[in-house]
């Protein structure tokens, strides 16, 4: 089992930042990519943001590249936690949304509970 706990969403003017955090307890050396999904009020799917490799290697929507930037501090031992960041410049009205933090393991997806994000003047 795998537990997310997001923190660092908000309102936001245009132009501002936001940095959310996600930290994942349980059996967090079983997980290898983890990444944002978000989802804007009134659509009905999730839409993939990032996603990050326990290499770290990345990937990004089209419409985020050079404004959000995910990291990740995996955990070395048994008492810590394994973290996924996502630093949010440049915010659009656009961006506005909840975002979901998802972790990947061999058999199974987990997810956060997610955390809104507004981008509005």
């Known amino acids: 089992q795998v537990q997310l706990v997001e923190s660092g969403g908000g309102l936001v003017q245009p132009g501002g930042s936001l940095r959310l955090s996600c930290a994942a307890s349980?059996?967090?050396?079983?997980?290898?990519?983890m990444g944002w999904y978000r989802q804007a009020q009134g659509k009905q799917q999730r839409e993939l943001v990032t996603?990050?490799?326990?290499?770290?290697?990345?990937?990004?929507?089209?419409?985020v590249k050079a404004r959000f930037t995910i990291s990740r501090n995996n955990a070395k031992t048994d008492n810590a936690n394994n973290t996924v960041y996502l630093q949010m410049n440049s915010l659009k009205p656009e961006d506005t949304a909840v975002y979901y933090c998802?972790?990947?393991?061999?058999?199974?997806?987990?997810w956060g509970q997610g955390t809104q994000v507004t981008v509005s003047s």
């Open positions: 996603t990050i490799t326990s290499g770290d290697r990345t990937n990004y929507l089209d419409t």
């Open positions: 998802l972790a990947d393991v061999p058999t199974q997806q987990y």
């Open positions: 349980g059996s967090i050396f079983s997980i290898y990519n």
